[in-house]
């Protein structure tokens, strides 16, 4: 049994930064791709950011260069880091997992076998 458990949300001013974390139990973690993922009220889950089993990452536009995506195989825990924050990234953020041999495979939503139970990130004054 997989579960991912994510921490770190909270409530946080224009401008602020927060770090997400997601811990991994089983023995999934080294061997999946992991993204992170938000779903705004009203709208679609969508891609916040990602990184393969060998490290290479992947961005929404809307978020490069204040977000960063991490992964510390050793504690089967991978980050998101968030910088800048602005009102439109509140939102709740979902960890997943997408098992794979392949370690520069970045799957697409419908591709990641587990997901967490989300974290809610709040953004304002």
């Known amino acids: 049994q997989v579960q991912l458990v994510e921490s770190g949300g909270g409530l946080v001013q224009p401008g602020g930064s927060l770090r997400l974390s997601c811990a991994a139990s089983?023995?999934?973690?080294?061997?999946?791709?992991m993204g992170w993922y938000r779903q705004a009220p009203g709208k679609q889950r969508e891609l916040v950011a990602a990184?393969?089993?060998?490290?290479?990452?992947n961005y929404a536009d809307s978020v490069k260069g204040r977000f960063t995506i991490s992964r510390d195989n050793a504690q089967n825990t991978v980050y998101l880091q968030m910088n800048s924050l602005k009102p439109e990234d509140t939102a709740v953020y979902y960890c997943?997992?997408?098992?794979?041999?392949?370690?520069?495979?970045?799957?697409?939503?419908?591709?990641?076998?587990?997901w967490g139970q989300g974290t809610q990130v709040t953004v304002s004054s």
């Open positions: 997943a997992a997408a098992s794979t041999s392949n370690p520069y495979y970045l799957p697409p939503r419908t591709k990641y076998d587990y």
């Open positions: 089983g023995s999934i973690f080294s061997s999946a791709a």
């Open positions: 990184i393969t089993r060998g490290g290479s990452t």
